[in-house]
């Protein structure tokens, strides 16, 4: 592995960053609605509803006191001092024994008689000093007194009595002025609190900041491949193709499966004439990419496999040998996985003899071939589970038995067990050119990856390079955005049927036009 390349700082893409937002937009705004649901509930049954009344006090100097009617006249420096005042004054009238004050004064006029049912305990020196906020008014020499509190009357009571109680108060402690009531408090019945709007916008506005913070922090935590340049910078290994959801290309729905049961494992994933050109283009694409990979080699006989289980890797070998087998060549498809075989099951023949049997000399070789399970394309299943899949892949026999194929056939693709889980893979060395490696989008981590390839590179098994997995359409990037153009240019129905094939609508290329492209493909090989 390249060192320069594995050491070098991962980048915050901000476009794909913004991509996964947009993925999980849906999350996002429920969960903002939902966190405003319970915000507004909050506001509407839990918050008490709280009432504000005001009244102004005039704040004046001595001087400006002591001054006759016509010596009176606006003078700048008493409003200096007047408005300096005020800061002292609302200080003052914050102190505790101001609060003791107003508190007995309340309670003694609403301790007997009460017609408008005010709860005596807001009226305690501690509640008067919370509900209690004194302001100047635009900066002014006016001075704001306001109480907010459970009862419009309650609210009023409070700001005129410590109105009443500030000249005097501040008389005896400050000479420098006095304060002057110039509007008393009125009950007002309109509530202040709990603000529902205000509440409720910002209940939203968490929701929203959490659910997009959390999948943020999620994405910069996932180590798991999300694109092929990403596998490119890290391993410095070439890119045999990238292969898209099948249930996603085809807008299927997910279907209820059985506990042990994967999705990739069904027939109905395999190349045919349904499947979307996207995802039949992909294989092309990668066959092509595996043919020159291949090409320094003269035995082509190469495995498929991967990291870890359910990542998709024999529905991707079927695929990739089925795209072989679309041309002149003659390819078979090897089952090497027999601990837990599946390719029987994927194109639905019986496993009675297969690769085991076939060496541990049980069956004849042609009696383990299922042939012509498709056009060219013939399969060795894996045969009954031996106990010692391991020391059977790693015997002479094996060996002997993939020399005799490859003389008959063009192409020999063997799928294998994960790298990470067992090493039967890691003994084919001497039988095969080399292994691709099959990874999938959004599961497949970095980590098991590099395991992976260190063990391989022990086995002195050549890295052919990377097949990725499971591609959804949103995070094809280029490559979706490439097929999108290209093809859907070239044959789309809005320009015609230019070779006489509608991929619009699911029809695909003859057998005649897949042996022009292979003919093509051969003759810039041999100028090459």
């Known amino acids: 592995m390249d060192k320069k390349n594995q050491n070098k700082p991962d980048e915050i893409d901000l476009l794909e960053l913004a991509q996964v937002l947009l993925e999980h937009i849906w999350i996002i705004i429920t969960v903002s609605l939902l966190t405003g649901l319970i915000a507004l509930c909050v506001a509407v049954f839990y918050l008490p509803t709280k009432y504000e009344s005001s009244t102004l006090l005039y704040v004046k100097n001595a001087n400006a006191k002591s001054k006759t009617v016509e010596e009176a006249y606006i003078d700048s420096n008493d409003l200096k001092t007047a408005q300096s005042l005020l800061s002292t004054y609302m200080t003052v009238l914050k102190i505790d024994t101001v609060m003791e004050e107003a508190s007995d004064r309340l309670v003694k006029k609403y301790g007997k008689e009460n017609p408008d049912n ?37 609210s009023a009571e409070i700001c005129n009595t410590i109105a009443e109680i500030a000249p005097g108060f501040i008389a005896k402690i400050v000479d420098a002025g006095s304060v002057e009531i110039i509007e008393t408090a009125k009950p007002n019945y309109d509530p202040v609190e709990p603000n529902i709007k205000r509440t409720t916008a910002m209940g939203i506005m968490l929701g929203f900041v959490a659910s997009a913070g959390i999948i943020v922090l999620m994405y910069l935590l996932d180590n798991s491949v999300k694109s092929t340049d990403d596998l490119t910078n890290k391993f410095n290994k070439s890119i045999i ?231 959804m359409a949103n995070h094809g990037g280029k490559y979706y955005s490439y097929y999108k153009y290209k093809y859907g240019y070239k044959y789309g129905y809005k320009y015609g049927y230019k070779y006489g094939y509608n991929y619009s609508y699911g029809e695909q290329p003859s057998d005649d036009s897949e042996k022009s492209e292979t003919k093509s493909a051969s003759k810039k090989k041999e100028k090459q």
Request: proline share 4%; net charge neutral.
């Open 118 to 154: 005010i709860d005596i305990k807001l009226f305690a020196p501690e509640t008067i000093k919370k509900s209690v906020s004194m302001s100047s008014v635009n900066d002014t020499e006016v001075m704001k007194i306001t109480s907010r509190t459970t009862s419009p009357q309650a």
């Open 241 to 471: 193709g990238e292969v898209f959801n099948f249930s996603q290309e085809k807008g299927e729905k997910r279907k209820k499966r059985k506990k042990g049961e994967h999705r990739e494992i069904s027939p109905e994933n395999l190349l045919n004439e349904n499947t979307v050109f996207t995802v039949s283009e992909s294989y092309k694409t990668m066959r092509t990419n595996a043919v020159f990979a291949l090409s320094p080699f003269d035995k082509k006989v190469f495995a498929v496999t991967s990291a870890n289980a359910a990542e998709g890797k024999s529905t991707t070998t079927s695929n990739l040998a089925i795209a072989f087998s679309q041309t002149e060549n003659k390819v078979l498809l090897i089952d090497a996985d027999m601990r837990k075989p599946t390719l029987h099951k994927l194109f639905q023949v019986k496993n009675n003899a297969g690769l085991s049997s076939a060496i541990g000399k049980m069956n004849r070789l042609e009696e383990c071939i299922h042939v012509g399970v498709r056009k060219n394309l013939d399969l060795m299943t894996a045969g009954q589970i031996p106990p010692n899949p391991s020391e059977l892949l790693d015997s002479q026999q094996f060996e002997n038995i993939i020399d005799k194929l490859a003389s008959e056939y063009d192409y020999i693709i063997i799928d294998t067990p994960p790298v990470n889980v067992v090493s039967d893979v890691l003994v084919m060395s001497r039988s095969i050119a080399g292994a691709m490696f099959v990874t999938k989008h959004g599961s497949t981590t970095y980590d098991s990856i590099e395991d992976a390839l260190k063990k391989l590179e022990l086995a002195d098994i050549k890295m052919l390079g990377f097949i990725l997995n499971n591609v």
